[in-house]
């Protein structure tokens, strides 16, 4: 029998953008290492090829270690032999993602056609932390990004999850007042997460918000697309 060097487990956390971060570089991580990898993740986005499997797992006298955000130095984790590795972090680096992006792309299928569409993503919900500097991106931004580069086109296509409070309505209500002072036709539909990330997929011009569920979208979009993202005043990386 093959026996592989271990295995590599995941302590998920937060919504499905979050845990794709997790997912792909344990994955990596695994198929690097000849460790079998015993997560799965569910297809919310897009399909997700079953992940290599390297041999039996001998469980024996097999040392536990604890993987973390901080361990990830110049875009590598340490390895420290056969084991059980745990992943216990957000890994929310895109170098290493874009490094790996190839890779990434051969483990997911994305049957998508590219539309002529503008459009907007919002993120809304638990960006709200009362009393607190919040997330909640103003709407001077989209306005801003929709007078610059939708000239050529008169629907705006929102995509935003349910909304669920009174606040979220008023803010909809305002931006969507406020696009149509643009002589532009805001679209906003509640769709499932799934129809919402291929709408964006299609789109050719990709307005997001501060969000990991844009950071997939972008990362798998087509590289010809226009995309434009926002600063809020926070540097992830230097420079």
């Known amino acids: 029998k093959y026996y592989c060097n271990g295995i590599c487990q995941i302590k998920y956390n937060g919504r499905h953008g979050n845990k794709l971060f997790m997912?792909?570089?344990?994955?990596?991580?695994?198929?690097?290492?000849n460790l079998n990898l015993i997560n799965n993740i569910d297809n919310t986005f897009f399909e997700i090829k079953n992940r290599q499997k390297f041999g039996y797992y001998q469980n024996y006298n097999q040392k536990t270690y604890i993987i973390k955000d901080s361990d990830l130095i110049d875009n590598q984790l340490p390895y420290?032999?056969?084991?059980?590795?745990?992943?216990?972090?957000?890994?929310?680096?895109?170098?290493?993602?874009?490094?790996?992006?190839?890779?990434?792309?051969?483990?997911?299928?994305?049957?998508?056609?590219?539309?002529?569409?503008?459009?907007?993503?919002?993120?809304?919900?638990?960006?709200?932390?009362?009393?607190?500097?919040?997330?909640?991106?103003?709407?001077?931004?989209?306005?801003?990004?929709?007078?610059?580069?939708?000239?050529?086109?008169?629907?705006?296509?929102?995509?935003?999850?349910?909304?669920?409070?009174?606040?979220?309505?008023?803010?909809?209500?305002?931006?969507?007042?406020?696009?149509?002072?643009?002589?532009?036709?805001?679209?906003?539909?509640?769709?499932s997460l799934q129809n919402d990330i291929i709408n964006i997929l299609q789109s050719n011009y990709i307005v997001t918000s501060n969000s990991t569920f844009c950071f997939w979208a972008v990362f798998f979009s087509n590289p010809e697309k226009i995309i434009l993202f926002p600063y809020v005043g926070i540097d992830v990386l230097p420079n």
């Open 80 to 191: 420290y032999g056969n084991g059980i590795y745990i992943f216990d972090g957000f890994f929310q680096n895109e170098d290493i993602f874009y490094e790996n992006k190839e890779k990434i792309l051969s483990y997911v299928n994305l049957n998508y056609n590219k539309k002529d569409i503008f459009t907007i993503h919002v993120r809304l919900d638990d960006y709200f932390y009362p009393n607190k500097r919040h997330l909640i991106i103003s709407i001077d931004y989209y306005i801003y990004c929709i007078k610059k580069y939708a000239n050529n086109y008169k629907n705006i296509y929102i995509i935003c999850d349910k909304l669920r409070y009174d606040w979220e309505k008023t803010y909809m209500f305002e931006l969507i007042k406020q696009i149509k002072l643009l002589n532009k036709i805001p679209i906003y539909t509640e769709n």
């Open 23 to 33: 997912y792909f570089i344990a994955r990596l991580y695994a198929e690097k290492h």
